[in-house]
């Protein structure tokens, strides 16, 4: 996965799954909260998304495990994105 690339398709979603509070402190610009434990609730609306999703969240790790659960899921073309900050970079280049 070519972060940078998938962040130049016009369809891109950014998830951010920290917690509304860590996501209000600072986020990717045209990023979505959704908080990795609301996830699991939220299967059909990740399965009927514009693609590609590319999830973040502080270091990489819950938007790590949201990504491998959407998947087992049967939702396709999600990526994890690693730390939101990592994110807005690739996306500012």
């Known amino acids: 996965m070519d972060l940078f690339e998938l962040l130049k398709n016009e369809t891109v979603q950014i998830i951010d799954v ?5 996501y209000q402190d600072g986020h990717v ?6 908080p990795v434990d609301q996830v699991p609730k939220l299967i059909e609306e990740f399965k009927t998304m514009p693609k590609p999703i590319i999830l973040c969240c502080a270091s990489g790790a819950r ?13 396709t073309e999600v990526y994890n994105g690693g ?3 990592n994110v807005e970079l690739q996306q500012l280049k």
């Open 63 to 75: 938007s790590g495990m949201a990504t491998e659960y959407l998947l087992g899921a049967g939702v």
């Open 29 to 34: 610009n045209n990023s979505r909260n959704i």
């Open 18 to 22: 920290r917690t509304e509070s860590e």
């Open 83 to 85: 730390s939101w900050k």
